[in-house]
């Protein structure tokens, strides 16, 4: 039953072939419709939404909304006003739906019912009057409705009973179709309740706004709702089907779909065939029959065939793009448009919405395309190989260099986000290309590594990174080394040494689990290879894979990547060109396929911006000044400079995000109080104001990435940690007893780490605590801890003493702060008459005079300088031995206090 032409429209409808009636806007200003603002009943967002009643503050129940007070009447009220002409809305008036604006020709919306033309180009979040829908109904399917379902359907409640079905079928048809076609009206009479469905969704809209709390024929107060769903399958059915229609349809009005003019892979079904084909029977518009359940639907039901509720999977090949099911109309009309858009060499860009089945649409279309450009090429290979029979030189040069060609050609680089991968090689295992083409999935280290050692390392992907890079270059190193006599020898000996704690074994050659010139290990890495080739896998199963077979699977699925087809990589690993070149990917004629794109200008964004923190900034600061002054005499004068110049913008950059301390320049615009601002700066104004704008920084951006300054001061750092690591490891084999540590700081603490009792200069351990007699025998004291020079309180401090006792007063004080807390850390151990221990001073400095002379008078005289570890390991151990027989009769007095008895 066609409800069209019950529909009573204003008076310039316009009647179209087909017979459905489009209204237009009449050419007339809008009317005004009451002279004052009225409130509506159960609008939505006029206030705060509570989250506990599911509704707005303010907002009536249906039970307790009150009777509206206005009705739109299209046919008088319809009209022109300033949104025609401003074009700034396309969203009509909510008021004037309810029957009452007050601004007429005024308003800043629309004044009509809605379109076809409003229903194609309506943006998904919003609805006709421009109201944000919600992800899902309300519970009480009132509101704004959601996005997540294209629901035509309003039910109508409270209606007068009275009358006949047909009667009250009529009265529905003719209040609620007065706003645009009906598809299909069905009233039950024992219920008092109607269901209508609209041709479109805005109008839907619309009338549900229209009709809220009015009255019909029998003085009712309506009530109307979005309906449930219609669980009959057939109506089901319908509604996917139209709805992807409709967003094809949408698509095209926006320009996101190029229509009807794919050029189809040869045996592929033309359009209408293809329409034919996947008729799913009859569309009914009877197909809101069930809305009430029980007998109806099931005698239905049984009457006709049912549309299946999920589809059938097709036999492999059976489907000209591979897919795995019957397609609906919106997929197919996708991969047609990617398969022209990539026979045309072009870029496209493909909008699809959740859910509607993109990742495979856009794996079947794009790999069905490379098989054909296969078969093509080795079509023209074939040609020239009959062309070329005559000169049979030239055709072997040829056939070389179409050859490589061709390996290129076959090359498809898909792109997604790790998440995703797995995901995508889940679409492409139910292709029919799944068997045909070689799949890798190119993880990053850290996914991939079967290093545990190496993965489960703290410091993320670039730790890892890190760290396989430093064990491959130490290999290198080792193999570097051998043959070079006794140095050979020493570079393996300190190869092993770093490998321990890594997963090596000792053999001097990196990582374990990768070594080239190892038969054993090549061969249960070609075995991944070969699997990874074999079979698409996830980066998952692949890290599984190398686990099993013993080898790394980092380094396996880079070696399948000369034959793969396919290539699934995160997105960060395609757009860094130093990334792609170290996995030796190379993306000339390769077709790019970006995967859910939305994210791309977040991982560029991502890609090329850094945080950096201002302990960061001191570490690097402090290895770097030592690193220059340890490396003085051996470095370049331009090398020299350039570590300079890197030293003044580390400490510029350290002093921009403490804005606070005297002097510093204040890029942040902050104040000197130390409050934090945000600001963004132009790259200019900022180095201006570091007053390092005088350098350039593209020379010193070569000058790091050639020398590679950062691997050798993090390369720096750890030999220093295990000069102190080494020196400890004496200690702890000399000293008869506890050994107490204190470090300058937690930085240094973590990097340290260890059994030994670690404590901070300044902490909890460095003051209270006594560490006597056996406790402790032995302080180390690491470096001199110097306070923070930038700190406010300690800038005021230095200059108000500069200022009243001559300048120098400061620099003394900051010193003496310093030795103050060293004094208390190493006056730890000692702490009775009968007291002995040692106190080793970890820092040359504190071999000066200046230093020498505020430590405590009694240790000053008792300090002894060593040159190398050795000699102070000999003179502790020398010490501890002129002590061994006081320390057996302490030791014999402490068992007989333990055993009880008189001393
Ligand atoms: S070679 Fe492979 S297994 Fe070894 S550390 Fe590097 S990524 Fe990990």
Same mark, same amino acid.
């Given at each position: 039953m ?14 179209t ?14 009317r ?17 939404f ?15 909304? !009150? ?6 009447? $299209? ?13 700034? +809305? ?5 008021h ?18 809605p ?5 194609s ?17 309300r519970?009480?399917?009132?509101g ?22 047909? !009667?009250m079928t ?19 009479r ?6 209508? +469905?609209?041709?479109?969704r ?19 107060q309506?009530?109307?709702r ?5 669980p ?23 320009g ?27 569309a009914?518009s009877?197909?809101y029959?069930?809305?009430?359940g ?15 509720m999920?589809?059938e ?9 591979g ?5 609906y ?9 990617l ?23 856009l794996?079947?279309g794009?790999?069905?395309w ?5 078969r093509?090429e ?13 000169d ?16 290129l050609?076959?090359r498809?680089?898909?792109?997604a986000e790790?998440?995703e ?28 590594? +079967?290093?545990e ?8 992907a ?7 890079l ?22 393996d ?10 997963g090596g074994?000792?053999?001097?050659a990196?990582c ?18 070969? *699997? ?14 190398g ?5 790394c ?6 070696d399948?990547?000369?034959?793969a087809?396919?290539?699934? $990589?995160?997105?960060a690993?395609?757009?860094h ?19 859910e ?6 991982t ?19 290895? $770097?000044?030592?690193y220059?002054e ?8 331009t090398?020299?400079?350039?570590v ?9 950059l ?5 804005? !606070? ?8 615009g ?10 963004i ?18 020379d ?10 950062a691997r ?6 750890d #030999?220093e940690?295990?000069? @102190?690591?080494?020196?400890?490891l004496?200690?702890?084999? *000399? ?19 260890g ?10 351990m ?5 560490f006597s007699?056996?406790?402790g ?7 001199l801890p110097?306070?923070?020079? *930038?700190?406010?309180t ?12 001559g ?10 702060l ?19 221990? +040692? ?5 040359s ?7 020498r ?8 005289s ?7 570890h050795?000699?102070? @390991? ?9 002590r061994a ?9 402490r068992?007989?206090? #333990? ?5």
């Amino acid at each position: 039953m066609d409800y069209g032409h019950i529909a009573p429209v204003y008076q310039d409808a316009r009647r179209t072939g087909d017979g459905l009636v489009t209204p237009v806007v009449p050419d007339r200003p809008a009317r005004v419709q009451v002279e004052q603002l009225r409130k509506l009943q159960q609008v939505e967002h006029a206030g705060e939404f509570n989250i506990w009643y599911g509704k707005y503050m303010g907002e009536s129940s249906y039970e307790k909304a !009150a009777r509206a007070s206005t009705r739109v009447c $299209l046919e008088t009220d319809a009209g022109l006003t300033r949104a025609d002409y401003t074009s700034n +809305t396309n969203y009509i008036c909510l008021h004037f739906a309810r029957g009452c604006c007050v601004y007429g020709k005024d308003c800043t919306f629309r004044h009509c019912a809605p379109t076809e033309e409003d229903e194609s180009s309506a943006d998904a979040p919003h609805d006709i009057f421009g109201r944000d829908r919600h992800g899902s109904f309300r519970d009480d399917m009132g509101g704004v409705g959601t996005w997540t379902k294209d629901c035509k359907t309003l039910y109508v409640g409270r209606m007068c009973a009275r009358p006949s079905e047909e !009667a009250m079928t009529e009265i529905l048809v003719r209040h609620m179709g007065e706003f645009g076609r009906i598809e299909s009206c069905r009233v039950l009479r024992g219920k008092g309740c109607g269901f209508v +469905t609209y041709h479109l969704r805005a109008t839907a809209e619309f009338a549900k706004e229209a009709m809220a709390e009015q009255t019909l024929d029998h003085d009712e107060q309506i009530n109307v709702r979005w309906a449930y769903d219609d669980p009959n399958p057939r109506a089901q059915a319908v509604r996917l089907r139209n709805s992807a229609q409709q967003m094809l349809a949408a698509m095209e009005a926006k320009g996101h779909l190029s229509s009807g003019a794919a050029a189809y892979p040869e045996d592929f079904p033309t359009p209408d065939e293809a329409d034919e084909a996947d008729e799913p029977g009859a569309a009914g518009s009877a197909e809101y029959e069930a809305a009430a359940g029980g007998a109806s639907v099931a005698k239905r039901a049984r009457v006709s065939e049912p549309v299946p509720m999920t589809r059938e999977p097709t036999a492999p090949d059976e489907h000209p793009f591979g897919f795995p099911f019957p397609p609906y109309a919106c997929q197919l009309d996708f991969m047609r448009s990617l398969y022209q858009c990539l026979d045309d060499g072009g870029i496209g860009v493909f909008e699809s919405p959740t859910g509607t089945g993109k990742s495979l649409s856009l794996v079947c279309g794009a790999l069905r395309w490379l098989q054909d450009q296969q078969r093509r090429e080795e079509r023209l290979l074939e040609e020239k190989l009959a062309a070329s029979e005559a000169d049979a030189e030239d055709w072997v040069d040829n056939w070389y260099t179409d050859m490589k060609l061709s390996r290129l050609q076959r090359r498809s680089s898909a792109l997604a986000e790790k998440r995703e991968l797995a995901q995508v090689v889940g679409e492409v295992r139910k292709t029919a290309y799944a068997k045909q083409l070689g799949v890798v999935s190119l993880g990053s280290r850290k996914a991939l590594c +079967t290093n545990e050692a190496v993965r489960g390392a703290p410091g993320g992907a670039e730790r890892v990174n890190e760290l396989c890079l430093d064990l491959q270059s130490k290999a290198a190193k080792a193999k570097r080394a051998t043959g070079k006599g006794n140095e050979g020898a020493a570079a393996d000996r300190t190869t092993r040494e770093g490998d321990r704690g890594l997963g090596g074994d000792g053999g001097g050659a990196g990582c374990p689990l990768h070594r080239p010139r190892d038969a054993a290990n090549k061969e249960a890495r070609q075995a991944v290879t070969d *699997s990874a080739l074999l079979a698409p896998r996830d980066v998952e199963e692949l890290g599984a894979l190398g686990r099993r077979e013993g080898c790394c699977a980092y380094y396996a699925a880079r070696d399948a990547l000369p034959d793969a087809q396919l290539v699934l $990589l995160p997105y960060a690993s395609l757009l860094h060109a130093g990334t792609r070149e170290s996995l030796g990917l190379s993306l000339r004629r390769s077709v790019v396929i970006v995967d859910e794109a939305h994210n791309l200008i977040d991982t560029i964004n991502d890609t090329h911006s850094v945080t950096l923190t201002a302990r960061q900034l001191s570490e690097v600061s402090a290895q $770097l000044a030592q690193y220059a002054e340890k490396y003085h005499a051996r470095l370049k004068p331009t090398n020299r400079l350039c570590v300079q110049q890197l030293l003044q913008v580390v400490r510029a950059l350290r002093a921009a995000l403490q804005p !606070a301390a005297a002097g510093a320049p204040r890029v942040g615009g902050g104040g000197g109080s130390g409050e934090v601002t945000e600001r963004i700066v132009r790259l200019n104004e900022f180095l201006s104001a570091l007053r390092v704008d005088h350098l350039n920084l593209f020379d010193l951006t070569a000058f790091c990435e050639g020398s590679q300054i950062a691997r050798k001061l993090r390369g720096f750092a750890d #030999a220093e940690l295990d000069e @102190l690591g080494r020196l400890l490891l004496s200690l702890a084999a *000399s000293v008869p007893d506890g050994i107490v540590v204190f470090l300058p700081s937690f930085g240094y603490e973590e990097q340290v780490g260890g059994a030994l009792l670690l404590s901070i200069v300044g902490g909890k351990m460095s003051e209270g605590i006594n560490f006597s007699d056996g406790l402790g025998r032995c302080v180390v004291m690491v470096g001199l801890p110097f306070a923070n020079p *930038s700190e406010l309180t300690l800038q005021e401090r230095w200059a108000h003493l500069d200022a009243t006792h001559g300048v120098g007063a400061g620099r003394e004080y900051y010193t003496n702060l310093c030795l103050k807390a060293v004094n208390q850390s190493i006056g730890r151990a000692i702490r009775h008459i009968g007291d002995y221990a +040692t106190i080793v001073l970890a820092d040359s400095r504190f071999g000066k005079a200046s230093i020498r002379q505020r430590l405590p008078q009694w240790i000053g005289s008792q300090l002894r300088t060593a040159v190398s570890h050795q000699q102070a @390991l000999s003179a502790i151990e020398s010490f501890f031995g002129g002590r061994a027989a006081e320390q057996r009769s302490i030791e014999a007095r402490r068992r007989a206090r #333990a055993r009880g008895e008189e001393l």
